[in-house]
């Protein structure tokens, strides 16, 4: 359930936000429960999808969404498809399953 609502604030913000310019936004806005703080930019084009489609741009270890989004063709596609692009940011390992593959 928190997913859908989730995802629906992004689409809702996204929508509004495209219409501005296409550039990667950083997301200040209370969307839930958020323990690690871990921030996150959205990436919407000018045009985009009646229904658009939601790409979660996943980084490598301690790397940041901005990074990412210079480095991949996401946005790229972004514009060209017309969907939708998050960029979250983890600067520190967030790998809370780490301890279970080390022990094997």
């Known amino acids: ?3 859908t609502s989730f995802f629906s604030f992004v689409v809702l913000f996204a929508t509004s936000l495209a219409q501005l310019s296409s550039n990667l ?3 200040t ?4 429960e958020n323990p690690t703080n871990v921030p996150f930019y959205l990436y919407v084009p000018k045009t985009i999808q009646k229904h658009p489609a939601i790409i979660l741009g996943v980084h490598w270890c301690t790397g940041t969404g901005p ?6 063709e996401y946005a790229k596609y972004a514009d060209q498809f017309g969907y939708i692009v998050i ?4 600067p520190e390992s ?4 780490m301890s279970l593959v080390t022990q094997h």
């Open 1 to 3: 359930m928190r997913i």
């Open 25 to 27: 936004t950083l997301i």
């Open 29 to 32: 806005e209370d969307f839930g």
């Open 67 to 72: 990074v990412f989004f210079e480095n991949t």
């Open 87 to 90: 960029y979250p940011s983890a």
């Open 94 to 97: 967030q790998n809370v399953g």
